[in-house]
């Protein structure tokens, strides 16, 4: 799965074998970026939704333009991209042939939380910014003090709940739930996290979790689940779940006819395939992330998604990933080198302007993300964020309709 | 009640799908193929595929997966697995061969999907509610049960009522002692591979219509369905399809009335328990 010309091949042979004359002319015009993330794998459904496409998409627009100032030199991308196969112990051998073998000059910071806190110390002894996005943790401060070159972008845990807490707060104000929640979620490190944080928070606003039970990951059939929490009453259903059962749980609350007024479930809910699964059946469901589609940049950036890779962007961390790499290019460009230390510093020092908007960060924290979206009338839109505008008003869930 | 036994039955019939067709590859071709799961992915990717970009029903898809996948099964065995199979000394040898080649197997159809849909296969097809005996369910899952059913009937009449069956099942108790009576052996156990992919492959088709699958989700149903054919006895329809009951409907009221979280450690209890007091499975038949 490597995908290099061989004109970059011969150029990194030579180099490797000492011809600095011949090869350092060849190398001069080009930045190595090294990409590792699942392409099999269970994480992979995500992967190639939101990680891979924006990868691409940056790397054929900042070819297209003729490649980066660096210092004066135009260099062009060169894309080193593995399949770490969902499996971490992988994701570190490749993350050293990358920096070792293929010496990419800077890399992607990996997808999930799990393989961007597992790969953490070796980018960091290599000293590769790491501006990871697909990673929500309460453990930010502690990671980033250990980690100077590690810089996260998504939220964190408690901002994911909060964001549903609010909503449930102001619906419960406003008199459309009672003070009952069904809450589900699924048996793995991510579901478990967020379940108990959600719990804690939940209780203090005094909400009452009348049906509260976690499923393993891929269970086939979720409907003792979701009639569990139908008999529970609640108007007010929040799964923390991932791809494979956020469909599961979706399907299974329009067999039951789930009669809620507030609906959430956690990632792929704001998947295009999510949306393309049920139609209108899903309007009014709410679900971890959101973007504002109406933000020129935004839209600019959804069409041009569209038109390189062929697929619609998703509704959450997409323009977020792309974010990224737009911050990583500033800081080449700021920089004016290729020296890590250097561009690393940069990120820290600098703000940048992305399709998210102006992004800096404090203490290696990008305060700016949206946590809560809703999908209304076709399209999943922000309600729910830190710092980002152009929120949606939240509406009723009303039945499970076309 | 009545819930738990109608969702537990449906969600039978699925494991059911899952298992039959593995049941006849290593039962009777002695071939334990863990590239089954692909194959049932492979099943499901091609409802999906045809669902998507030409609106074509499931259940047409099924009529069609099954004659292409009984005709990739059987030149899978006739040209990868045959050899092993002739060189193999005893049928240890074959098995430790057939899951390295079959392993191998599965990474090369998993690389053919993700070149052709690398995230989730979503769509939507017959979920409509549908009352069975009272209890709120899915049409899609009841067709698929109905389905299984069939096929479930159909194998086990075939099996034990013709003589192509009976030639079958000799195969399945002694490849040595069929091959003395006459029975062409090679093609007796093509055929069982064929088939057994053919099944599973609509079982794929079937189940993607209420599970969203993704190219790389087939080795969580090789893992079941090793579990159910292991359970029943190797070899022996009957129990396969037993062992999916037992399963579907212990995991669904574990499910409801304990927990959903125990449902994974309810299905390894009894499978452990099976292993301890009937080591040959509860149809198989006990080594001589």
Known sequence: ?402 | MLDILVSGLLLSGTYALVAMGLNLQYGVARIMNLANGEILVLGALAAFWLYTTAQLSPLLTVVLVAPISFVGNWLIYRFLLTPLVRRSKSQGALEVDSILATFGMSFVIIGVMVSIEGGFFAYNYLSEPISVLGSTTSLNRLIAFLIALAIGTALYLWLNLSRSGVAVRAVSVSTEASGLVGINVARVSAMAFALGGAITAVGGALISTFITLDASIGVVFTLKALIIIIMGGVGDIRGAIIAAVILGVVETTVASVIDPGLTLAAAYLIFILVLLFRPQGLFGRKPA
């Open chain 1, 1 to 402: 799965m490597i995908r290099r010309t061989f004109a970059a091949l011969a150029a990194a042979g030579v180099v490797a074998t000492g011809l600095v004359a011949g090869g350092a002319a060849l190398a001069e015009g080009v930045i190595k970026l090294g990409a590792i993330a699942p392409k099999t794998g269970p994480l992979a459904g995500g992967a190639v939704v939101t990680q891979w496409p924006n990868i691409r998409l940056w790397v054929e627009q900042v070819n297209a333009r003729g490649g980066l100032d660096v210092g004066g030199d135009m260099m062009t991308i060169e894309l080193i991209e593995y399949d770490d196969k969902t499996n971490p112990g992988e994701h570190i051998k490749l993350a050293q042939r990358l920096a070792e073998q293929d010496k990419v000059d800077f890399v992607v910071a990996p997808y999930g939380t799990g393989f961007n806190i597992a790969a953490a110390p070796i980018y960091g002894r290599y000293g590769y910014p790491m501006i990871a996005v697909s990673a929500i943790t309460d453990k930010m401060e502690e990671l980033t003090e250990r980690y100077p070159n590690l810089f996260f972008t998504l939220g964190t845990t408690t901002a994911f709940v909060d964001g549903v807490r609010e909503i449930l707060v102001e619906q419960r104000e406003a008199g459309t739930i009672g003070n009952e929640i069904a809450m589900v979620n699924v048996a793995d490190a991510f579901g478990i996290e967020l379940a108990d944080r959600a719990r804690e928070l939940f209780e203090e606003e005094g909400f009452e979790l009348v049906y509260d039970k976690s499923y393993p990951l891929g269970t086939p059939d979720l409907s003792p689940v979701m009639k569990g929490a139908k008999e529970s009453g609640a108007k007010a259903f929040v799964a923390w779940s991932y791809p494979p059962d956020s469909f599961g749980l979706a399907e299974q609350a329009i067999i039951e006819d789930l009669d809620v007024t507030v609906y959430y479930s956690a990632v792929a809910t704001s998947f295009p395939a999510f949306g393309g699964a049920f139609g209108n059946k899903i309007n009014n469901v709410l679900g971890a992330g959101g973007t504002n589609v109406d933000d020129p940049k935004i839209a600019e950036y959804r069409a041009a998604h569209q038109e390189v890779t062929g697929e619609t962007a998703d509704y959450w961390a997409s323009a977020n990933t792309y974010a990224a790499l737009q911050i990583l290019e500033q800081a080449i460009v700021g920089a004016g080198t290729l020296d890590r230390d250097v561009v690393t510093q940069y990120i820290k020092e600098n703000s940048f302007d992305t399709v998210m908007g102006e992004l800096s960060f404090e203490n290696n924290f990008s305060d700016k993300f949206w946590s809560v979206g809703q999908w209304q009338e076709g399209v999943f839109r922000g309600v729910k964020g830190s710092n980002v505008d152009g929120a949606a008003d939240v509406r009723l869930k009303e039945g499970w309709a076309e």
